[in-house]
């Protein structure tokens, strides 16, 4: 155990590390930060909720520096995207920095930062799952035709609508090949930032959906372009919130160290997989994050008399969390299969390509 003493709480030093591990290897490969899965798991841990969110971002930040860097040697990052989606969040960072010390100062953080990310998390989710299921079917099609599979697929018209918005100025992202206006990409980040400040996280579970579907980034390079944003937004949200003595600095080396190791591996699965099977996890992360955060609202809106809640939201959350470890380790083992031409079950070869 390790005591946060400004916090007044003692916290599990193998719970931080499974943390940091798990939240490493998802992260590096769904290419968020994992923040809304850290901010609930540490209230879980009795961790409070401003200082959950301070802690988290500064995990985050460090996490995603080293995913960034592995996945710009794989060529998944567009950095002049980035760069540009930068102007916007700051700004976001700030207001939502704002937001959670305002909630802090009334003592109503957990309760908002639950109440918040359930309805998020659970919007995202059900979204992404939908649309996702739409691209497997039309990757089905493909295969059963004879033809061969394609990296990505998308079967969502929003983005080329989007795209075709003139409002001036137009910036063309070569990497990424699309031409979009400036405005869009300024109201993505400065979104996705305000989300980064107040919940503690990067802003990658709902900066990846919009890079996808809203702007029309190919799944495996949103993975790596979210990562380096996460980089700016988490670094100055960091800064932020230490300035407001949100973080418990101990616990954020502990995940810190987790995450080095599972982010090597999370990164390395993404030469393995298409960007359908990046969208399926992605989907399946924000609903396990939502139903953990559902039982530990219970919990605290009845002043924490049904203990079961508690334990069902521990269950929900860190049970959801190593089902993802299980489901992206398993990625990759067949992912190498797949690549040195070793058989795999036939339902997943769309889920699968050969490493580049």
Request: aromatic content about 10%; proline content about 3%; overall charge positive.
């Amino acid at each position: 155990m390790i005591t946060l003493q400004e916090f007044g709480v003692n916290v599990s030093i193998f719970w931080l590390f499974f943390i940091g591990l798990a939240v490493g290897l998802i992260g590096g490969f769904i290419g968020v930060g994992g923040g809304y899965m850290v901010t609930p798991a540490l209230v879980v841990l009795g961790v409070p909720g401003y200082a959950a969110v301070g802690t988290d971002m500064t995990h985050i930040t460090g996490k995603s520096v080293i995913s960034t860097l592995r996945h710009r040697q794989l060529g998944n990052v567009d950095m002049k995207l980035g760069v540009v989606m930068i102007l916007g969040t700051m700004a976001g960072v700030e207001v939502g920095v704002r937001l959670i010390n305002l909630c802090k100062a009334q003592g109503i953080s957990d309760e908002i930062v639950l109440i918040c990310s359930i309805i998020i998390t659970a919007f995202i989710g059900v979204f992404t799952y939908w649309e996702t299921r739409r691209a497997k079917r039309k990757l089905d099609e493909i295969r059963a035709s004879g033809k061969e599979l394609p990296r990505d697929v998308y079967v969502t018209g929003i983005a080329q609508k989007i795209q075709s918005v003139r409002l001036l100025p137009i910036i063309y992202f070569p990497k990424s090949r699309i031409r979009i206006s400036l405005w869009v990409i300024l109201a993505v980040g400065f979104f996705t930032g305000v989300l980064a400040g107040f919940f503690g996280i990067g802003g990658g579970f709902v900066r990846m959906p919009s890079l996808i579907y809203l702007i029309g980034v190919p799944s495996i390079l949103a993975v790596g372009t979210d990562l380096f944003e996460i980089i700016i937004s988490g670094g100055y949200g960091l800064v932020r919130h230490t300035m407001s003595g949100n973080v418990a600095i101990e616990a954020s080396l502990i995940m810190l160290l987790g995450a080095c190791i599972g982010a090597q591996v999370g990164v390395l699965t993404t030469r393995y997989t298409r960007g359908l099977s990046v969208r399926y996890l992605l989907a399946y992360s924000v609903f396990f994050s939502a139903a953990g955060s559902i039982f530990k609202l219970i919990y605290l809106l009845t002043d924490k008399k049904l203990a079961w809640s508690q334990t069902v939201s521990a269950i929900l959350t860190f049970g959801g969390i190593g089902l993802l470890m299980v489901m992206i380790s398993g990625l990759f083992v067949l992912g190498v299969r797949y690549g040195r031409g070793q058989p795999v079950p036939a339902a997943l070869e769309p889920f699968l390509v050969r490493a580049y």
